[in-house]
Structures are given as C-alpha cells and as structure tokens.
C-alpha cells in the first residue's frame, strides 16, 4: 500500500479559498489514480474529486464543480486539491486516497474503489 500524508486545510472564512496537498510515498506515483473526499461530523463520507494517472482526466462532485481543481505532478509524487469560493457546507475532514490502475484515464468515485488512505486533515470554513 502507498502512504500517504495531508497538508494544508486549516480555517477559511465563507467565500475564501485554501489548498490541500498529499504526498504520496511511491516510486511509481504516475501509475496510481488519485482521490480527494471528505467526511462531515454525522455524515458518510462522499466523492469530492479524483484524476486520473494520466492528468487527462478529472471528476468532481456536482457539489463542488466550478469551484474546487484537482491536479498533480507526478514529478512531486503529490496530487493537489485548490478549493476556491468555499462555503460552510464545505466543512469536513479531507482524505486523500490511491488505487493503482492499469487504465490511463480511469478515475473512480467510490471509496471502496480506493485501497490506501491518508490520515484526513481538518478544513472549516466560517460564515
């Protein structure tokens, strides 16, 4: 399994913007496709984004298109998480996760889809 390590978040007022990063700890970064969700106290946790190892291909949650771009460098072994005009609802801890993936442009939206996990790291958005 790949680990992988957060960075970022912290507390934003409603309207701001804020970047997460994870790092990931695999010579082969550019073979893995990478995810973005997150989980609000109570709730289930849910897609926010994912790319493919290709960088040709994105998803995003319906919820959060238009405001939040997934990216990577697979130079880096890092994939990114920009989230601009982000609303209280926003509020959550955010995981990143990985799954190797012989598909160039594959990218999946389920977290059983995803076989490693980083530890979550806390965004909180003000009104």
């Known amino acids: 399994q790949v680990q992988l390590v957060e960075s970022g978040g912290g507390l934003v007022q409603a309207g701001g913007s804020l970047s997460v990063s994870c790092a990931a700890s695999?010579?082969?970064?550019?073979?893995?496709?990478m995810g973005w969700f997150r989980q609000a106290p109570g709730k289930e946790r849910e897609f926010v984004a994912a790319?493919?190892?290709?960088?040709?291909?994105?998803n995003y949650a319906d919820s959060v298109l238009g405001r939040f771009t997934i990216s990577r460098d697979n130079a880096k072994n890092t994939v990114y998480l920009q989230m601009n005009s982000l609303k209280p609802e926003d509020t959550a801890v955010y995981y990143c996760?990985?799954?190797?993936?012989?598909?160039?442009?594959?990218?999946?939206?389920?977290?059983?889809?995803?076989?490693?996990w980083g530890q979550g790291i806390q965004v909180t958005v003000s009104s």
């Open positions: 790319i493919s190892r290709s960088t040709d291909n994105t």
């Open positions: 996760a990985s799954r190797y993936s012989s598909n160039y442009y594959y990218t999946g939206r389920r977290p059983g889809e995803y076989d490693s």
């Open positions: 695999t010579r082969t970064f550019s073979s893995y496709v």
